[in-house]
């Protein structure tokens, strides 16, 4: 993967290969600037320097967020953002129920506050609006580091209105070159990549007709669900309640699930637009494209499955020249907690927090390198650390926490900004 170059004034330049930057480097031509995403800065400005088009291409998902910078045909840059949307969700019930069950006890009481509130027109719950805020913090980090002249979306999951109705009248809208993929994709989805039937995943499935064509079943998105062959070729033309005959359950989970509206599709849809306004909003060029284009993209070019190859083949692509090996995977971690007083599962307070961050000169979030020389936990660790008064940090590595460790033994990498790297 290719390093991020700044010219001294801080402009983007042309990013470089890791043999030029540690060249650069090694010669004193160039020192680094940033770690996460690795960037370097020349000693020296360059006067009126020549730098080319960069692309910056994204896939937001649910869970993780694909990013690629392309030059041209070539994918130079890459990297996968987890959010913590469901996090988020979580901790937002448990502090809820809590609040309830003081209430029900009498003990640290607060007022619920129910009928004083009202929501904002284009109110999008915090989950959603986290996946949005992250993914727009990185864009404005990449911008920030290469020239990017343009941007690329996935806009739309899935072709909504080709899913309701796959008869439109038209040809080229029927049967061009971009038939059936709006659908698989969204069936893929919906039926969790695995079996309606058995529950087989990472087998090759098939698109099958609940109600059989020849009984007079349609091609609506309602009357379609995923089968392997075995069980596509065992069901025939028979009807599921025949099928199924032995599994009731089985047979009316399915067809309720088969029934359910198009509700998934459009809530992230809605992130998604509310993204692609934001994005225009930086003044850039923003092109966009669906969910079934990206993958027909990827498919014809025999690219696996990743978050991050997705993103690449956002929009109209033709061929795609990989130069990454391995993409910067980013998790969102946030900026910590006011909460002075933590819980049990019951409400109960347990232990208290300090309400400074920094300890010895270091933060919790902050990323570290800590070489233990004596001791038990003679090693080197490398992760997140939580800070305490005493000195003693806990240090989250890629193989799990490590307690104790003396701040003496501790060398900063990366200061805290929310999120947790793994090259």
């Keep these: 993967m290719r390093v991020f170059v700044l010219n001294k004034n801080l402009q983007p330049l042309d990013p470089c290969r890791p043999a030029r930057a540690r060249i650069l480097l090694s010669t004193g031509k160039a020192k680094v600037y940033r770690r996460y995403p690795f960037t370097i800065i020349l000693v020296e400005e360059i006067s009126n320097p020549v730098t080319h088009e960069h692309q910056l291409k994204i896939d937001p998902g649910a869970k993780t967020t694909g990013l690629a910078v392309v030059q041209r045909q070539r994918v130079v840059w890459g990297a996968e953002l987890t959010h913590r949307g469901f996090q988020i969700r979580d901790n937002l019930t448990s502090r809820r129920q809590l609040r309830r069950s003081r209430r029900n006890r009498k003990t640290r009481y607060r007022k619920p506050r129910f009928l004083n509130r009202t929501r904002a027109k284009g109110w999008l719950a915090p989950s959603l609006v986290s996946r949005i805020e992250n993914s727009l913090t ?87 669900t995923l089968a392997c062959h075995s069980c596509n070729q065992a069901k025939s033309n028979q009807d599921i309640e025949l099928f199924l005959a032995k599994k009731p359950d089985l047979s009316k989970r399915i067809l309720s699930q088969a029934k359910r509206p198009l509700s998934d599709a459009a809530s992230v849809n809605i992130t998604r637009w509310k993204l692609y306004h934001d994005l225009k909003s930086i003044t850039l060029p923003v092109e966009v494209g669906s969910g079934g284009l990206t993958k027909f993209n990827r498919c014809r070019q025999n690219l696996p499955k990743t978050h991050w190859l997705d993103a690449a083949n956002v929009g109209k692509v033709e061929t795609l020249i990989i130069e990454v090996n391995n993409p910067l995977l980013i998790t969102a971690k946030g900026h910590g907690t006011r909460q002075l007083c933590r819980t049990n599962k019951y409400g109960f307070p347990i232990r208290y927090c300090s309400r400074l961050k920094f300890h010895k000169g270091f933060q919790t979030g902050d990323i570290i390198r800590a070489v233990v020389t004596k001791g038990k936990k003679i090693g080197t660790y490398v992760g997140r650390v939580a800070t305490r008064k005493s000195g003693s940090f806990n240090i989250s590595t890629k193989s799990g926490l490590v307690q104790g460790i003396s701040h003496k033994y501790c060398q900063f990498i990366h200061r805290k900004d929310g999120y947790a790297y793994t090259n």
């Excluded at 020239?147 to 072709?159: A, H, K, M, N, Y």
């Excluded at 909504?160 to 809208?173: C, D, F, H, R, V």
């Excluded at 039926?191 to 499935?205: E, Q, V």
């Design 138 to 224: 990185w864009v404005k980090k990449i911008i920030r580091f290469c020239p990017i002249t343009g941007i690329s979306q996935e806009l739309v999951r899935f072709d909504t209105q080709k899913l309701q109705n796959p008869e439109l009248s038209g040809i080229e809208y029927q049967q061009g070159t971009l038939h059936g993929y709006e659908i698989r994709e969204y069936l893929l989805e919906k039926w969790n990549r695995k079996c309606a039937y058995c529950g087989a995943k990472d087998t090759r499935l098939e698109v099958e007709h609940i109600k059989p064509k020849s009984k007079g079943g349609s091609n609506r998105i309602s009357n379609l």
